[in-house]
């Protein structure tokens, strides 16, 4: 149940967005409005439906609540991104803050942590004789690590998407100096604040959410394959379709720290899996022999 209802809103996801480059105006913006939407029903249904109400409420709280808290703090101070205004293009506004905009971060802090978790889980266990310290020193790392990969998992979908809706036209910076190569229009203070209230979200997502936010298993792969659609659409969509090379090229540097192990990661699982298939599959005498 949890897996069809994930892959039919993927599905749904996945085509709205092919259509995003297909319309203009109004029309887009109502498009992207839409996607939000869709994107936040996606993650959070799955977090629901997966692992109960208290994780799904814990991502609720983390990244939809701290989101719209960050930002308002952002519109009015110029604090941690920068000084920049929303227009009215996506919608209504509370607190000059259009209330897709905190969707947009819990859509994609689901499926980067769960990419983290997936990627920071292998070897988790201590030999039988190994002592409590070094016991404590891995499971430390390993936390570390977690979080860092799934601050950078989501922080550097920035680089897609800030270029992408600054050239729409949907905010504004009033001071967009320095900027990273390439990407006029945006400071450097946007990404770096992108990243400080992503490790904050992701340090406090487990502890809200319990045990039950560091596993993974099957009922994930529709998160695994959105996590990766976001990364090799938004290379080929910034490419080729949105005439914005700059950003496909930061965006695909910067996802790739989380997105290009957890592919590696997906081809491994598969290629064992298959090897396994082949393990079982009944011996024909007279015919196996032969090969």
Known sequence: MTRRISWALLAVL??????????????????????????????VGHALLSRGPRVAAAL???????????????VATGVPFGSYDYSGELGPKLAGVPLIIPLAWTWMAWPAWLAAVRLTSGGSATAGGGSATAGGASTVGRWAGRIALATVGLAAWDLFLDPQMVAEGYW??????????????????????????AVLMMSALRPLAGAAAERTDRRDHP??????????????????FLDLPASALWGAAG???????????????RRARETRQEDHQPHRPGVDATR
């Open 14 to 43: 996945v085509l709205a967005q092919i259509c995003y480059p297909l319309t203009t105006g109004d029309t887009r913006a109502g498009l992207t409005v839409a996607t939000v939407v869709l994107g936040w029903l996606l993650s």
């Open 60 to 74: 609720v709280a983390v990244a939809t609540g701290g989101g719209f808290a960050i930002e308002a703090i952002g």
């Open 172 to 197: 504004v910076w009033r001071d967009a100096t320095p900027a990273l190569p390439g990407l006029p229009g945006i400071p450097v203070s946007n990404y770096l604040g992108w990243l400080l209230f």
């Open 223 to 240: 998160m695994t394959a959105l996590y990766l659609w976001t990364y090799f659409s938004s290379i080929l969509a910034h490419a080729v």
């Open 255 to 269: 996802m790739s720290v989380t997105a290009i192990p957890l592919a590696v990661t997906v081809l491994r699982a």
